[in-house]
């Protein structure tokens, strides 16, 4: 099992989403995250990823879920958690083609990749009038 985090970043009232580059689900969008590191706690997995990825520093809030994901070949968790930009720094693209700030009530416009559809079933209830 490779234990994976992500976070839903929030800056405005938008959250921010990011198309994976290649691989099986290249071109599909994604919670920004990545693999917790051998003896690494999830939170600072998440921040260490955010800064590597996007060169955004978060702060890390409330717990969202834990989402398992499995395929014939690889098993994943994703743990969620919910997340601020400390700052309105840019983003630094260097492991996504695209990055995006979109409504919650619009991420069921964009095709995500599988283990992320979990979380974003559960935004789009959350966002419900």
């Not at 492991?95 to 995006?100: C, I, L, P, W």
Request: glycine residues 10%; proline residues 6%.
């Amino acid at each position: 099992m490779i234990e994976v985090t992500a976070a839903v970043i929030e800056r405005h009232g938008r959250i921010l989403i990011c198309r994976r580059t290649g691989g099986k689900f290249g071109g599909l969008w994604e919670f920004p995250g990545g693999k917790t590191e051998p003896g690494e706690d999830s939170e600072t997995a998440l921040r260490r990823e955010i800064r590597e990825e996007l060169g955004l520093d978060i702060v890390v809030g409330k717990f969202l879920g834990r989402f398992p994901y499995r395929e014939p070949s690889f098993a994943i968790e994703l743990t969620t958690f919910r997340g601020a930009c400390s700052s309105e720094e840019e983003i630094l693209l260097t492991d996504h083609q695209e990055a995006r700030w979109v409504r919650p009530g619009d991420l069921s416009l964009y095709e995500f990749a599988p283990a992320d559809r979990p979380l974003v079933d559960l935004l789009l209830r959350d966002n419900r009038p």
